[in-house]
């Protein structure tokens, strides 16, 4: 009378190691779009990261100078709720839903819009929350949205560089070199603007609605 073979005996540590990677998510290393998902998600973020900061901006000095009823700016009691919680809760949000719920395809590309957005919301006010306080119009806002941007700018056509061309590093080149002109011609206006503008925007802060 014949048996049947026993299967040998595994570790315990060694029962995820044989499992089938047959549910590998879209954008994992396993995957081999993943550098075009990747670039393509990060142009994603990146608009709607720019369009929502900008017309928060947009929004928030019409309301202060009087050209949106002051009841758009959210109170709770009396308290100002500024939009940076809105960002903080889309963010949230969105990082349990990529995280719990994997997404693919259409769904993965609303939530990296809508992580964009959350992201605006609330780098847009990185100067109050960093210091706890003081005025809208703080300069560490305006350079953490700057370095997102550019953040999002490498991850989104940083890794196509090194496809590129001879004539389309000398015409990058040669537009670095003329931004740079350009930029030292501007220096005077943008200290002037600096010099008239912002006090403006302090004021118009001060005495809009709170």
């Known amino acids: 009378m014949s048996t049947a073979p026993v299967p040998p005996a595994h570790d ?3 029962l995820g190691d044989n499992l089938p990677e047959s549910n590998s998510w879209p954008g994992s290393a396993s995957d081999p779009t993943d550098a075009a998902l990747k670039h393509r998600l990060a ?3 990146l608009v709607t ?3 929502t900061f900008v017309i928060a901006r947009i929004l928030v000095i019409f309301i202060m100078a009087g050209k949106l009823p002051p ?9 100002h709720v500024h939009h940076l919680n809105y960002g903080i809760f ?3 949000l969105t990082g349990g839903y990529l995280i719990f719920a994997r997404p693919v395809g259409k769904r993965l590309s609303a939530a990296a819009a809508v992580y964009g957005v959350g992201l605006a919301l609330t780098f847009d006010e990185f100067g109050m929350w960093l210091h706890l306080g003081g005025p809208y119009w703080q300069r560490a806002s305006f350079d953490a949205v700057v370095t997102i941007a550019s953040l999002l700018l490498l991850i989104a056509y940083g890794s196509t560089i ?7 590093r000398i015409t990058v080149a ?3 070199i003329v931004l740079c002109l350009f930029g030292w011609l501007l220096k005077d206006s943008m200290k ?16 809009g609605p709170s």
């Not at 009841?71 to 308290?79: A, D, N, P, R, W």
């Not at 002037?192 to 005495?207: C, D, K, Q």
């Open 192 to 207: 002037w603007a600096n010099e008239s503008m912002v006090p403006r925007l302090y004021h118009l802060e001060i005495n």
């Open 162 to 168: 090194r496809h590129w061309r001879p004539h389309h």
């Open 43 to 45: 142009r994603l973020v």
């Open 71 to 79: 009841e758009l700016f959210f109170h709770v009691k009396g308290t």
């Open 49 to 51: 990261f720019v369009f």
């Open 174 to 176: 040669a537009m670095v």
């Open 12 to 14: 315990a540590s060694d």
């Open 90 to 92: 889309l963010l949230s």
